[in-house]
């Protein structure tokens, strides 16, 4: 059996702050580098950015191999100890990712151990890339990233032995050396000549920003809240209504107000406002760099800003957001999550996803299939897969919020036999359903980081996405960078189709929203 090592870190600056993450995969025999992860997330706190990129290791190592066993390695006390079990969580920010964490691999599939900041030095300059890129108005890239060459060795026979920033840029420049004479035909003269000039202005350039890169590498620290549109705590998920099921899908628009954050532009701006005048004279650095490189600037600028995107960021991500169709629930409209009795379609639910499927045919454009794992969205993807001639591919992050106790109970049952907390669960996000539920804060911070691995897994392509009332909302309001009331603002209706398209600067553009006109 494989075994990876994860390595993890995340920080903050400012406390909270503007915050990324970095992950490091590695195999444990070789030692050789598997995978690199690294992201951006807005305001957020030290743990939760530390707790984030955890998450991203192990979902990168479960990609890699799942049945592999993973030893997890962070500086991070709070978080080793926590998911070693031998320290509570309280927090309610950490609670839901902790869970999802624990869910990656089948419990006793990995293991936990803390190690001295020194030595995670990877996964730390991993995570400042990614606040760089997001000071910027930029995704990281791991085309650009220097920390693997910058990153102390692993110890062996010292324990803390210093990293060798000549020799890492060494190692740079014999890569672009390599490339350099591979790329340049023998016997051209000067055209040959003229592109390893070329070549050799790109590598200083590339030398210049590693340098400073490395100069900005500043670990934030603190505990503090996590706002970021892909996994806050405090981002509302959806249930379907506030005054009735998620099954059913209609909303009352009642209930007290709830906080969140918007993401997008208000972050990158609170990301500029921290770097100042620095990071403006990075930037320009960085262009002048590059104008006399003598290179092309496209729009790989990544500005997430709403409005009008660069025109060639390639073509996006697009998931098709389909509703499984009715249950015997549906029309009754009760809870019915992932805790309940899984119900079947009935067979109004099963005519209308043949009805969606031929409308999903006529179209075309479906390259894959990606179904929740309860019995009815299987069943309606199973029907559309086939007749589209694809195959269904499961995930468990595209499941409904469990609603605890409340499961196959109407909204005016729960009412007179629960009112305390369902009056609680309308007023916060971040309250669960009676005995245990999920709260729609947890499933918002499930389905960010649902999204993110399937917008990386299927960049470029159409994908159907057969899920649920409240996984839809919440990733039709999480690319809006909607407040979490405008969940309740939204209809949904079973076998509807939504369509959502992720672009490669991190923008978000929402085209369809509840279509049912395959269903008259």
Do not use: C
């Not at 210093?162 to 055209?191: E, F, N, W």
């Not at 969140?260 to 960085?286: N, Q, Y």
């Not at 179209?363 to 009815?376: E, F, N, Y």
């Amino acid at each position: 059996m494989r075994e990876f090592i994860v390595e993890a870190d995340g920080g903050s600056r400012g406390n909270p702050g503007p915050a990324g993450y970095g992950a490091v995969v590695s195999d444990a025999a070789t030692g050789e580098t598997m995978r690199e992860t690294a992201e951006y997330i807005g305001v957020a706190t030290n743990n939760v950015a530390e707790y984030r990129g955890l998450l991203a290791g192990l979902l990168a190592a479960r990609e890699l191999d799942p049945t592999a066993t993973v030893h997890v390695r962070m500086d991070s006390k709070l978080v080793i100890e926590q998911m070693s079990g031998r320290w509570k969580i309280k927090h309610p920010d950490m609670k839901p990712l902790a869970t999802q964490a624990a869910r990656v691999f089948p419990p006793g599939q990995v293991t936990y151990e803390w190690m001295p900041r020194s030595q995670n030095k990877h996964a730390d300059r991993l995570a400042n890339e990614a606040m760089d890129a997001g000071a910027r108005g930029e995704r990281w890239s791991d085309a650009a990233s220097t920390a693997e060459l910058h990153a102390a060795p692993r110890p062996a026979a010292t324990p803390e032995p210093p990293g060798d920033a000549a020799a890492g840029a060494a190692r740079v420049r014999g890569a672009l050396a390599a490339g350099r004479a591979a790329a340049v035909p023998a016997g051209r003269g000067p055209d040959a000549a003229r592109a390893a000039a070329q070549l050799d202005t790109r590598a200083a350039t590339a030398r210049a920003e590693a340098d400073v890169r490395a100069a900005r590498a500043v670990g934030g620290a603190g505990v503090v809240r996590d706002d970021a549109d892909a996994g806050v705590a405090r981002d509302g998920g959806d249930g379907g209504a506030r005054a009735v099921s998620a099954e059913a899908g209609v909303g009352s628009g009642g209930g007290g107000a709830v906080s969140g954050s918007v993401p997008g532009e208000a972050d990158v701006r609170a990301a500029k406002a921290v770097g100042g005048a620095e990071a403006a004279r990075v930037e320009a650095g960085t262009r002048a760099a590059t104008a006399e490189a003598g290179a092309d600037a496209p729009a790989a600028k990544a500005v997430a800003s709403p409005g009008w995107a660069p025109a060639d960021m390639g073509a996006p991500a697009t998931f098709v957001l389909l509703r499984h169709g009715e249950t015997p629930l549906t029309p009754q409209k009760r809870f019915s999550g992932s805790g309940g009795t899984d119900p079947s379609l009935s067979g109004t639910g099963r005519e209308q996803a043949e009805r969606a499927a031929v409308m999903l045919a006529r179209r075309g454009t479906i390259q894959a299939v990606v179904s929740s794992p309860l019995a009815r969205t299987r069943e309606t993807a199973g029907i559309v897969a086939a007749r589209l001639g694809l195959d269904v591919s499961i995930d468990d992050g595209l499941r409904e919020t469990d609603f605890g106790a409340w499961e196959g109970l109407t909204f005016a049952e729960v009412r007179e036999r629960h009112p305390d907390d369902l009056n609680a669960w309308l007023a916060s996000p971040d309250a669960e359903p009676t005995g245990g539920g999920e709260s729609f804060a947890a499933t918002a911070t499930r389905l960010a980081a649902t999204r993110d691995k399937l917008v990386a897994a299927h960049a470029g392509r159409t994908v159907l996405l057969v899920t649920h009332v409240t996984p839809i909302k919440t990733l039709v309001r999480l690319a809006l960078g909607a407040p979490p009331e405008s969940l309740f603002r939204m209809e949904l209706s079973a076998a509807s189709l939504s369509v959502v398209a992720y672009y490669a600067d991190g923008n978000a553009s929402v085209r369809l929203l509840n279509d049912t006109s395959h269903l008259r």
